[in-house]
């Protein structure tokens, strides 16, 4: 229950529009982009600046609750998980990226009913490298005393970009295939493509492409993220199957080259195989059934001819 708990808790951050719970029980809130005066309707911050360069931008906190409550507020770098969901470093680790460029107060206090606008501040590091750098920005509040702590938090992304050249880029790895024959002869086999794609750009890419012949859309990559996928195809084993995967990340703005891996798998055709030994083996079975008759037929009109002349 706890490791349960504890799950969900992380996966709040990814739904900024839906009310968390967290203890006391009474205790729910959502946490927003927002202008001076309040939400402006954005889902998700989005920045880009010049190294060195400063930004301000405001969220909003609401206390949906009975109760006045205090939560506190914190920046991380901000993931992609394997679903392809948004999250940020839980409390326990330390930032190195984006959550580092942004300054918010720590805690703030909201009656119940009410909502705070905070201003949180984005500087970029005067080294920052061209390209995306995600971050999220949460509010949280921890459960009640107790032998164990959990934390619930909500919150949003921050999507920040360095100036300069973007260089879309990926990389494709650990390529395996494996051909599962179907033994009904007349139909094609089974080819399972299984790959590793890697963000090696400094852009937030789609990746696209094809995959043994089929569409591939493995969504969106952030710089240095990966994500593992697999294909199948229909195909007839005919010895030696040469498999292309080619993908391309898609960067609105920005021109980016195919990435293409082809890969050999061998498949022998048994059912084909032994169909055509079963076919082989009933000709053969004919051939000789006739055989026999006919020497029977032979033997017959032999011993007919004795009888006659006796």
Same mark, same amino acid.
């Given at each position: #229950?706890?490791?349960?708990?504890?799950?969900?808790?992380?996966?709040?951050?990814?739904?900024?529009?839906?009310?968390?719970? $967290?203890?006391?029980?009474?205790?729910?809130?959502?946490?927003?982009?927002?202008?001076?005066?309040?939400?402006?309707?954005?889902?998700?911050?989005?920045?880009?600046?010049?190294?060195?360069?400063?930004?301000?931008?405001?969220?909003?906190?609401?206390?949906?609750?009975?109760?006045?409550?205090?939560?506190?507020?914190?920046? $991380?770098?901000?993931?992609?998980?394997?679903?392809?969901?948004?999250? #940020?470093?839980?409390?326990?680790?330390?930032?190195?990226?984006?959550?580092?460029?942004?300054?918010?107060?720590?805690?703030?206090?909201?009656?119940?009913?009410?909502?705070?606008?905070?201003?949180?501040?984005?500087?970029?590091?005067?080294?920052?490298?061209?390209?995306?750098?995600?971050?999220?920005?949460?509010?949280?509040?921890?459960?009640?005393?107790?032998?164990?702590?959990?934390?619930?938090?909500?919150?949003?992304?921050?999507?920040?970009?360095?100036?300069?050249?973007?260089? &879309?880029?990926?990389?494709?790895?650990?390529?395996?295939?494996?051909?599962?024959?179907?033994?009904?002869?007349?139909?094609?086999?089974?080819?399972?493509?299984?790959?590793?794609?890697?963000?090696?750009?400094?852009?937030?890419?789609?990746?696209?492409?094809?995959?043994?012949?089929?569409?591939?859309?493995?969504?969106?990559?952030?710089?240095?993220?990966?994500?593992?996928?697999?294909?199948?195809?229909?195909?007839? &084993?005919?010895?030696?199957?040469?498999?292309?995967?080619?993908?391309? &990340?898609?960067?609105?703005?920005?021109?980016?080259?195919?990435?293409?891996?082809?890969?050999?798998?061998? $498949?022998?055709?048994?059912?084909?195989?032994?169909?055509?030994?079963?076919?082989?083996?009933?000709?053969?079975?004919?051939? #000789?059934?006739?055989?026999?008759?006919?020497?029977?037929?032979?033997?017959?009109?032999?011993?007919?001819?004795?009888?006659?002349?006796?």
């Amino acid at each position: #229950m706890h490791r349960a708990v504890a799950v969900l808790a992380c996966l709040a951050v990814l739904s900024p529009a839906t009310p968390a719970a $967290a203890a006391p029980a009474t205790v729910t809130w959502t946490v927003q982009p927002a202008g001076t005066n309040g939400p402006d309707g954005r889902r998700w911050a989005e920045h880009t600046l010049d190294p060195g360069g400063t930004v301000t931008d405001h969220l909003a906190v609401r206390n949906l609750g009975d109760a006045t409550a205090v939560f506190a507020l914190k920046a $991380a770098d901000g993931y992609l998980t394997e679903n392809g969901r948004f999250n #940020m470093l839980p409390s326990d680790r330390r930032s190195a990226d984006g959550g580092t460029w942004i300054s918010v107060q720590e805690t703030v206090t909201v009656a119940a009913g009410r909502t705070v606008v905070v201003p949180f501040t984005v500087t970029a590091p005067a080294d920052a490298t061209p390209g995306d750098h995600p971050a999220g920005i949460a509010a949280s509040i921890a459960g009640k005393p107790g032998t164990v702590q959990v934390e619930s938090r909500v919150g949003f992304r921050v999507l920040l970009r360095a100036s300069g050249t973007l260089r &879309p880029a990926l990389a494709v790895s650990g390529v395996t295939t494996r051909f599962r024959p179907n033994w009904n002869p007349l139909r094609p086999g089974t080819l399972h493509v299984a790959y590793t794609v890697a963000n090696t750009g400094n852009v937030r890419a789609g990746i696209e492409g094809r995959v043994a012949g089929n569409r591939a859309d493995l969504g969106e990559l952030l710089p240095g993220g990966s994500r593992t996928a697999t294909a199948v195809a229909r195909t007839w &084993p005919l010895g030696r199957i040469r498999t292309t995967l080619t993908l391309t &990340p898609v960067v609105p703005g920005a021109a980016a080259e195919p990435h293409t891996v082809t890969v050999t798998t061998w $498949a022998f055709p048994w059912p084909q195989v032994l169909a055509l030994a079963a076919v082989a083996v009933l000709i053969l079975l004919a051939r #000789m059934r006739r055989a026999r008759l006919k020497r029977l037929l032979e033997q017959a009109r032999l011993e007919g001819r004795r009888s006659a002349g006796t």
